[in-house]
């Protein structure tokens, strides 16, 4: 269920929301195979209606299942913004689309989660990567054995005079 505030309950006092998102809700796709949604994403937020706009303030966290880039390692990282604000117009150009009283406040929840992912997700600044003989056996599988037809092939390139 996305995370909605209904206007008409912001019309005399603020409103502070605390719970989970499922991370189906949060219909987060990082395109990206090393970092996973596995958990809910924690908030406590307070909703404010301005003249024509919600101010919204508060905390997220998210933990985040990622696997090393450096050594393939798994652990979870937790992406927290703390402290978090949103500025939603209600009017204009750029205002938050209110549907039935509600605005939805979900996208903007996942817009700042997501620009705070990690790029290069590591276990610690300290990872050394893999170990070294499981470099040289990959290294190994990747560079097969060249043929003689293709060692004679570059042999005859190399002799070619392109003055």
């Given amino acids: 269920m996305a995370l909605k505030v209904n206007l008409r309950h912001l019309e005399d006092n603020d409103l502070r929301l605390r719970g989970e998102l499922a991370p189906g809700d949060l219909d987060i796709d990082p395109k990206d195979v090393v970092i996973r949604v596995e958990k809910p994403l924690v908030y406590d937020i307070e909703v404010e209606k301005l003249e024509d706009s919600l101010?919204?303030?508060g905390s997220l966290s998210l933990p985040l299942s990622c696997d090393c880039v450096r050594c393939l390692e798994r652990f979870e990282h937790v992406v927290l913004l703390d402290p978090w604000s949103a500025h939603l117009p209600l009017q204009g150009e750029d205002a938050a689309p209110v549907t039935n009283d509600m605005v939805d406040l979900t996208p903007y929840i996942r817009e700042d989660i997501l620009l705070n992912f990690p790029q290069h997700p590591l276990c610690g600044s300290e990872c050394g990567g893999?170990?070294?003989?499981?470099?040289?056996?990959?290294?190994?599988?990747?560079?097969?054995?060249?043929?003689e037809a293709e060692t004679s092939a570059w042999g005859e390139l190399n002799k070619l005079k392109l003055d």
């Fill in 55 to 57: 101010l919204v303030q």
């Fill in 130 to 147: 893999l170990p070294k003989s499981t470099m040289d056996k990959a290294e190994q599988a990747r560079t097969p054995e060249k043929s």
